[in-house]
C-alpha cells in the first residue's frame, strides 16, 4: 500500500507583530531577558498556548491606558501578577531580529493638562506617577518609568528640582487653569534638573472687586509672598513676584510701594472696577519709580494685619 507522510502543521503563522489581549487570572507563562522579555515557555495548560510563540519579545503592555515599555522578564512578570484581576489587559510581542521596532521609553515628554483636579498619585522625589483613579483622563498620557522634571504655565512660569509635596501644591494652585504642562523624563537615561524657579519678566493682572486673598512682604519693596486657600488669583498671581505698579480708573498709578502701602491702596480701591496690579520677576531690575501719594487715597485702614494681607 502507498504510505502517505504526515506533515504537522505550525501553530503559527509567521508574523513581525503578534498583539493578543490577556486574559484574567494565572497565564502560566514564563519569560526571560534581563534587558527585555522575551517569551521563554508557554506551557499547554496556558489560556495562551497556541496563541504567542515563544521566542517572541516583549514590546508594549497596555493596561488601562497605560503603555509600559522596556521592561525586562522579572518587571514584567511582576506586573502581570498584580494586575492579574484587571481586564482587557494587552500585549504586544515583536521579532526580536528586528530590535530598532521596539518602543522606547522617550528621554524627555512634554503633557498638556487639563485644569481641574487631575487623579494621580504622586510619590517620590523626582516624583513618580504612582497610580491614577478611575475619573484620571491623562493616564494614558503619562508612560510608566518616566519622572516629573519641570511644571511649565502659560504665563512663563517654570519649576523644577520639587519634592512630590511641593509638585502637588503647584497643581492645586493652578489648578484652574488650562495650559499647565507636566516635563517628564526618563528614570533610566536621564538626571532631574536642579531645583530652580522662571518667573516671567512681566505679569499685568486684571484685578476684580471684594477681596483678593493676596498677601504681600517688604519694607521697601512690595512682593507677593502668599496667595491664600480662598483667593481670587489663586493661579494668576505668583509668589515670589516685585510689585511693580497697581492701576487704579481716574488716573491713579502707584508705584515702588511698601507691603503695607501695597496693601492699603487694594483695600481702599476694592470696590473700584478695572483696576490693573503689574508684576515684575525678582530679576527685572527695570521698576517703575517710586509714586505714592497717600493723601490721594481715604483715611487709613492701616493695621498691622492689613501690611501683611488684602482681603
Same mark, same amino acid.
Given at each position: ?104 521609553? +522617550? %528621554?524627555? *515628554? @512634554?503633557?498638556? /493638562? =487639563?485644569? !481641574? #483636579? &487631575? $487623579? ?79 518667573? +516671567? %519678566?512681566? *505679569? @499685568?493682572?486684571? /484685578? =476684580?472687586? !471684594? #477681596? &483678593? $486673598? ?80 497717600? %493723601?490721594? *487715597? ?14
Amino acid at each position: 500500500p502507498d504510505e502517505t507522510e504526515s506533515v504537522e502543521e505550525p501553530l503559527f503563522e509567521p508574523s513581525d507583530e503578534v498583539n493578543v489581549v490577556l486574559p484574567i487570572g494565572k497565564l502560566s507563562v514564563t519569560f526571560k531577558g534581563s534587558k527585555r522579555a522575551i517569551v521563554s515557555t508557554v506551557k499547554e495548560s496556558s489560556p495562551l498556548f497556541g496563541v504567542i510563540p515563544e521566542g517572541m519579545g516583549v514590546d508594549v503592555v497596555k493596561i488601562k491606558g497605560r503603555k509600559y515599555m522596556e521592561l525586562n522578564a522579572a518587571d514584567l512578570a511582576e506586573l502581570l501578577r498584580e494586575t492579574s484581576d484587571i481586564p482587557d489587559r494587552m500585549i504586544k510581542l515583536r521579532d526580536m531580529e528586528n530590535p530598532e521596532e521596539f518602543s522606547q521609553i +522617550p %528621554d524627555e *515628554l @512634554e503633557v498638556v /493638562l =487639563p485644569a !481641574g #483636579k &487631575l $487623579g494621580i498619585i504622586f510619590a517620590g522625589t523626582p516624583p513618580v506617577a504612582k497610580s491614577f483613579k478611575e475619573t484620571s483622563t491623562i493616564a494614558g498620557a503619562m508612560p510608566p518609568g518616566m519622572f516629573v522634571d519641570k511644571l511649565k504655565m502659560s504665563s512663563g512660569h517654570c519649576v523644577s528640582g520639587f519634592t512630590t509635596k511641593e509638585l502637588v501644591k503647584y497643581l492645586a494652585d493652578y489648578s484652574v487653569k488650562d495650559g499647565r504642562v507636566l516635563v517628564l523624563r526618563s528614570i533610566k537615561t536621564q538626571r532631574a534638573s536642579p531645583k530652580e524657579e522662571v518667573f +516671567p %519678566d512681566n *505679569l @499685568e493682572i486684571p /484685578l =476684580p472687586c !471684594g #477681596k &483678593l $486673598g493676596i498677601s504681600f512682604k517688604g519694607r521697601a519693596q512690595a512682593r507677593v509672598s502668599r496667595l491664600h486657600e480662598e483667593s481670587q488669583l489663586l493661579g494668576i498671581a505668583i509668589i515670589g513676584m516685585n510689585l511693580d505698579s497697581i492701576v487704579v480708573p481716574g488716573g491713579s498709578t502707584f508705584c515702588g510701594m511698601t507691603a503695607a502701602e501695597a496693601a492699603r491702596v487694594l483695600v481702599e480701591t476694592k470696590k473700584v472696577v478695572g483696576r490693573k496690579m503689574l508684576l515684575k520677576s525678582p530679576s527685572n531690575k527695570n521698576m517703575a519709580p517710586r509714586n505714592f501719594d497717600g %493723601d490721594s *487715597l481715604s483715611s487709613s485702614q492701616g493695621s498691622t494685619e492689613i501690611s501683611k494681607r488684602v482681603g
